[in-house]
């Protein structure tokens, strides 16, 4: 199975912050990572796929770039509804494999 | 409205069965792999299992393998989740979830509200 690893795992952040989440696979996956974001009690929303394919409806602040093994989601300035928990997830084999997420909070 | 409603949860003892379902609307719902994914209390997503749209092709977690069963009805526009010989590591919220763009994609543009699972005795 390929592994990811999401970096950080938490960060304090402000409003109006720019926010960067890495992640890292165990082996190339050709831009097959897809991004989403989760709020407590809810189910996870899908922001980004093939690595930086913006899904409809999403704010233009997040964007997804990377290729090979490391792969990066963006939200340019923070914005209040924006505070929640972040995963990666790669779709290049099965069985498709999450991050361990990433909690973005208030300062 | 586009949505998928699961349901089907609650406690179990260990070695016990469930069967949870998710019903589908609002879009053309055997043109679509489905698939579960599930969370454990304070943890992160794992994916359990994926059926494409014509129950062709099935996919299972290790984790999950030989204890669950996944099947459709495309009649009823509805998704299920037999689980079988239920373990307390099996306690999790579980999620059906579609693929974005139809057949094994792999990535999931729609979530059910997603229904709990706890195994304990």
């Known amino acids: 199975d390929i592994q990811m690893t999401q970096s950080p795992s938490s960060l304090s952040v402000s409003v109006g912050d720019r926010v960067t989440i890495t992640c890292r696979a165990s082996?190339?996956?050709?831009?097959?990572l897809a991004w989403y974001q989760q709020k407590p009690g809810k189910a996870p929303k899908l922001l980004v796929y093939?690595?930086?394919r913006c899904e409809s409806g999403v704010p233009s602040r997040f964007s997804g770039s990377g290729s090979g093994t490391d792969y990066t989601l963006t939200i340019s300035s923070l914005q209040p509804e924006d505070f929640a928990t972040y995963y990666c997830q790669q779709y290049y084999s099965t069985p498709p494999t999450f991050g361990q997420g990433t909690k973005v909070e208030i300062k | 409205e586009v949505q998928l409603v699961d349901s089907g949860g609650g406690l179990v003892k260990p070695g016990g069965s469930l069967r949870l379902s998710c019903a589908a609307s609002?879009?053309?719902?055997?043109?679509?792999?489905l698939n579960w994914v599930r969370q454990a209390p304070g943890k992160g997503l794992e994916w359990v299992s994926s059926i494409s749209s014509s129950s062709k092709y099935i996919y299972y977690a290790d984790s999950v393998k030989g204890r669950f069963t996944i099947t459709r009805d495309n009649a009823k526009n509805s998704l299920y989740l037999q689980m079988n010989n239920l373990r307390a590591e099996d306690t999790a919220v579980y999620y059906c979830?579609?693929?974005?763009?139809?057949?094994?994609?792999?990535?999931?543009?729609?979530w059910g509200r997603g229904t709990l699972v706890t195994v304990s005795s």
């Open positions: 093939a690595a930086s």
């Open positions: 082996q190339g996956i050709s831009n097959s």
């Open positions: 979830a579609r693929d974005r763009g139809g057949d094994s994609y792999w990535y999931f543009d729609l």
């Open positions: 609002g879009f053309t719902f055997s043109t679509y792999s």
